[in-house]
């Protein structure tokens, strides 16, 4: 018997951050703060490592033949040190691009209704990635639960970077939006 693929929980991985970027650039261009477009650069990360994700599923799905006795599951371990990279690359891309509104701090604009679509961003990440992270443990895919929880830290980051926002608005303390 073939057991069950997992691709339909990768596919939902890479809906969930279309829409996530999406809306997290919606929230930016309402906003023109930097942190919100950080999140949405973030959000392109994800898009990449679900689309990896694919990739080694697919290849981890492949049944075992001469040359890998006992199948290809080992591809998954790939999938995940590449989206620990991803992430380390999508970092220093989110300081270069606060570096200049640290140095040259802008008003922003319609907070409220940004930080809203933004939060509605992170509900999407919240709800797939504890999808993820249970199917990857039920399933035993490492890579399942490498992405459920790189969308968990990026709920967490954007919750971070929504009260960051929420505190600019407040203070009018424009060097923040910066900052987070």
Avoid: C
């Avoid at 990768?10 to 950080?38: C, E, N």
């Avoid at 075992?64 to 999508?90: N, P, Q, R, T, W």
């Avoid at 008003?107 to 992270?133: M, R, T, W």
């Amino acid at each position: 018997m073939q057991p069950k693929s997992l691709k339909k929980f990768i596919y939902l991985a890479i809906a969930a951050a279309v829409a996530t970027i999406a809306l997290k650039l919606f929230a930016y261009f309402l906003t023109g703060s930097v942190g919100l477009f950080s999140d949405a650069l973030e959000s392109g990360v994800n898009l990449i490592a679900a689309i990896v994700a694919l990739f080694m599923i697919t290849l981890a799905e492949k049944p075992a033949d001469e040359e890998h006795a006992y199948g290809h599951y080992k591809a998954e371990y790939f999938s995940s040190a590449i989206e620990g990279g991803l992430i380390v690359i999508a970092a220093f891309s989110i300081i270069w691009s606060a570096i200049p509104r640290i140095i040259h701090p802008q008003p922003l604009e319609n907070v409220g209704i940004g930080l809203l679509v933004s939060l509605g961003a992170s509900v999407i990440n919240l709800g797939v990635g504890l999808i993820l992270i249970r199917q990857g443990k039920k399933n035993h895919s490492i890579t399942l639960e490498a992405d459920g929880k790189h969308l968990m830290t990026d709920v967490y980051t954007s919750i971070g970077v929504l009260i960051g926002i929420g505190v600019v608005k407040i203070s009018g303390w424009l060097v923040l939006d910066g900052i987070v």
